[in-house]
Nanobody, 125 residues
Framework: QVQLVESGGGLVQAGGSLRLSCAAS????????VGWFRQAPGKEREFVAA?????????KYADSVKGRFTISRDNAKNTVYLQMSSLKPEDTAVYYC?????????????????WGQGTQVTVSS
């Protein structure tokens, strides 16, 4: 069993930065691929970024965040991070992390094994 808890959200001005954390319980967290998703009011949830299990050698990003967001993991701390820079008002959303054994499932967001409860990110113009 894995439990995911996001943190690091908040209010930031456009052009600013935030680092989100997805902290996990469970000794097998390193064997899970992890992804970040976001959902803005009135919009569907969308994929943001994902990282493979173990070394986290492979990462994937939505086109809308490429070059601005970086996903990474620290397995010793059971944590996956999302460093967000050059934030825009359209990045405002609740951000969720998700974990699954399969990277493809994480990227698709199609019923991954675990979801966190979300953290609010608000970018003011």
């Amino acid at each position: 069993q894995v439990q995911l808890v996001e943190s690091g959200g908040g209010l930031v001005q456009a052009g600013g930065s935030l680092r989100l954390s997805c902290a996990a319980s469970g000794r097998t967290f390193s064997t899970y691929a992890v992804g970040w998703f976001r959902q803005a009011p009135g919009k569907e949830r969308e994929f943001v970024a994902a990282v493979t299990a173990l070394s986290g050698y492979i990462t994937k990003y939505a086109d809308s965040v490429k070059g601005r967001f970086t996903i990474s993991r620290d397995n010793a701390k059971n944590t996956v991070y999302l460093q967000m820079s050059s934030l825009k008002p359209e990045d405002t959303a609740v951000y969720y992390c998700a974990a699954d054994r399969a990277l493809s499932t994480v990227v698709s967001g199609n019923n991954p094994s675990y979801w966190g409860q979300g953290t609010q990110v608000t970018v003011s113009s």
